[in-house]
């Protein structure tokens, strides 16, 4: 797509109130689904992680690996199994899903040091950064899978300071020192929580929350978590919406400014939700009082004014 210059300049200026405001504010991105596994896509994520650096926000990947993780135990000739959308966890596959986890943070920091920032892999272990306890599906045991009780992000923070950015594969110990599988989505939700990031954004397989899924005009670009929890209280979501929403919810009762669901196999996602005005997927505020003040904010920003950040 050709730009002209002055269309160059109006999508720059578009973008200096969201950059003025999230300046040195922390933001989770979990990232998983479809653009994990299309190199291209992880290619336009990564850029977009970059950037957002590069501009000033302080970005931490918490990363999935669940379609890789189903791969190499089929590799092996041992066959996925899930309950309640949970992976049954033996300790084979726990073994599996470790050095998968592991393989693929080690990849995602190779990407973004070829860029030219410093990244930093770890797992929920180092540092005793993630704790958990067992979790049960349904009541039914599902083995090594746990869910986080606890967050300690000295490592993180001193990996900000330092001018790292974190990537964090989502394995835990409890309280015996016995590793356990994390749902990514468990722990971006849990870390956003306790570094108090500005938002938390979800990559995703589908555009965002739909009134009707059915209808595909029916996509939300912005919600209060009221609505939010009527939506879930509602049953009418199923799939992995159900557990994704209440996260979000859960994340801005607890501290985060703003949630955002995206559809991770449109190129540079990140860029036009956080960057644009009307965003592309859909977006979790606090109240309509907070996103009046921003609106406000970023008016003044335009106008030439200071905002209140």
């Not at 969201?18 to 596994?37: L, P």
Request: aromatic share 6%; proline share 3%.
């Amino acid at each position: 797509m050709n730009l002209e210059p002055m269309q160059k300049a109006a999508v720059l200026i578009e973008a200096l109130p969201y950059i003025q405001r999230f300046n040195r504010k922390i933001v989770v991105v979990k990232y998983g689904g479809s653009a994990m596994v299309d190199e291209e896509l992880k290619k336009k994520v990564i850029q977009d992680v970059v950037l957002l650096k590069l501009v000033g926000f302080k970005p931490i990947i918490v990363h999935g690996g669940g379609k890789e993780i189903s791969r190499w135990v089929g590799k092996v000739g041992m066959e996925a199994r899930f309950k309640n959308g949970l992976r049954v966890t033996d300790e084979p596959t726990m073994e599996i899903a470790e050095m998968v986890l592991n393989k693929v943070n080690k990849s995602l920091v190779q990407l973004v040091s070829e860029l030219g920032i410093n990244a930093v892999g770890i797992s929920g272990k180092d540092g005793m950064m993630l704790k958990c306890h067992k979790k049960y599906a349904g009541g039914e045991d599902i083995g090594f899978v746990g869910d986080v009780e606890e967050v300690n992000p000295k490592i993180i923070y001193d990996l900000l300071e330092k001018d790292f950015l974190p990537i964090i594969c989502p394995i835990a110990y409890d309280d015996h020192f016995q590793s356990y599988n994390i749902n990514a989505d468990d722990a971006a939700c849990a870390i956003a929580r306790a570094v108090k990031a500005e938002k938390l954004a979800f990559l995703t397989d589908v555009e965002g929350v739909y009134r009707d899924f059915e209808d595909k005009d029916s996509l939300i670009s912005e919600m209060e978590v009221e609505e939010a929890q009527e939506f879930v209280d509602s049953g009418s979501l199923g799939g992995g919406m159900l557990p994704k929403l209440q996260n979000c919810i859960d994340a801005i009762k607890n501290g985060v400014s703003r949630v955002h669901i995206l559809d991770g196999r449109i190129p540079h996602c990140l860029l036009l939700e956080i960057f644009t005005d009307k965003g592309i997927g859909t977006a979790i505020y606090n109240s309509k009082e907070v996103r009046g003040i921003i609106m406000a904010d970023e008016t003044r920003i335009l106008q030439g004014g200071t905002g209140s950040v």
